[in-house]
Each structure stands twice: as C-alpha cells, then as structure tokens.
C-alpha cells in the first residue's frame, strides 16, 4: 500500500514524469520516468528498478534521444 513520506496520505496514481539532473557539472533531463505521484501533495517516488535504470542512463550507459538547449537564469 502506498504512503506518501511527505503528507502521509494514501491516494496515489501512476505517471510518466521528468527529471533534471546534474551529473559532473552538466545538466541533464530523463523523460517519462515512471512514477507514482502522490494525489495530495505530487511527490514522486521510484521503484528501486527505475531508479536503476535512470542512473545507469545518465552516466553514459546511453546515447540521448535527442539535445535541447536550456536558459539558465541565477536567483540573486
């Protein structure tokens, strides 16, 4: 049964989400991660599977679908 570590609530759904991630300095995104979001408050949470696969991708196991460029703008 799920139970979100954030609000603790119950209710969840499945969805396909993307992530930023920083790996060496570089920014880089991992698309339609399988997730379960929590209804309440939206925390994502991985299985263990997931989490995995999305490490070994993004240190270089794999060659992007594509490369986009990004604004990066610093809060000061």
Known sequence: MFT????HSHE?????VEEIFQIDGKYVL??????TVCVRCG???FSRETTEKVRLLVHGQAKPTKSIPLEVFEFV
């Not at 979100?4 to 609000?7: D, F, G, L, R, T």
């Not at 991992?30 to 997730?35: K, L």
């Open 4 to 7: 979100c570590s954030v609000c």
């Open 30 to 35: 991992v698309d339609r991660i399988p997730a």
């Open 43 to 45: 925390e994502e949470t």
């Open 12 to 16: 969840s759904r499945e969805e396909l």
